[in-house]
């Protein structure tokens, strides 16, 4: 099975930071990665896409990279409704669709 | 409006059963793959089960496999997740999500939209 690992599992930033998250896959997965922000209490809510695809009326200062086994999730300028939890996920090995530990963004 | 929303989930003891149900709205529910995912409390997501636009085809996780089955009716618009031999360690919140085929020289598949999630609690 495909283990997938994130880091750092949580980070502190400001508002008007960049933050970048990394996701690794424990084989190749191609660009078979999505992207999911959770809010406490919250549904998780899909961001991107075959590892770089924007969902549709996520904002721009989301934008996801990678392929093969090393993907990240960068915010370029980090928004107070940003302050969530990440999750990578892949999709390369369905039906198994494994998700990472999630990292958490707080406030620093 | 596009929406899901699950039901079903309660309090019940070790070895019992429950089922799920997610209720869908505003697309046509029988043209897509869904899914169950559940989160224990604290901790992250684990994809649970899948199943195929016409219910014939099924997937499982190993934890759960030979104790959930999943199911939909189309006609109803509702998906389901039968849970029986419940342990201690089934209890969090369960969501179903839908799942989006997007087509770019090969298929890729997420889960675009997703319930507000039922929660169960397996203890006695």
């Known amino acids: 099975d495909i283990q997938m690992t994130q880091s750092p599992s949580s980070l502190s930033a400001s508002v008007g930071d960049r933050v970048t998250i990394t996701c690794r896959a424990s084989?190749?997965?191609?660009?078979?990665l999505n992207w999911y922000q959770q809010k406490p209490g919250k549904a998780p809510k899909l961001l991107i896409y075959a590892a770089s695809s924007l969902q549709s009326g996520v904002p721009s200062r989301f934008s996801g990279s990678g392929s093969g086994t090393d993907f990240t999730l960068t915010i370029s300028s980090l928004q107070p409704e940003d302050f969530a939890t990440y999750y990578c996920q892949q999709s390369y090995s369905t039906p198994l669709f494994t998700f990472g530990p999630g990292t958490t963004v707080d406030i620093k | 409006e596009v929406q899901l929303v699950e039901s079903g989930g309660g309090l019940v003891q070790p070895g019992g059963s429950l089922r799920l149900s997610c209720a869908a709205s505003?697309?046509?529910?029988?043209?897509?793959?869904m899914h169950w995912v559940r989160q224990a409390p604290g901790k992250g997501l684990v994809w649970v089960s899948r199943i195929n636009s016409d219910g014939s085809s099924t997937s499982y996780a190993d934890s759960v496999k030979g104790r959930f089955t999943i199911s939909r009716d189309n006609a109803k618009n509702t998906l389901y997740l039968q849970m029986n031999s419940l342990r201690a360690e089934d209890t969090a919140v369960y969501y179903c999500?839908?799942?989006?085929?997007?087509?770019?020289?090969?298929?890729?598949?997420?889960?675009?939209?997703w319930g507000k999630g039922t929660t169960v609690t397996v203890s006695s």
């Open positions: 505003g697309f046509t529910f029988s043209s897509y793959w």
């Open positions: 084989q190749s997965i191609s660009s078979y």
């Open positions: 999500a839908r799942e989006y085929d997007f087509w770019s020289g090969y298929y890729y598949y997420y889960m675009d939209v």
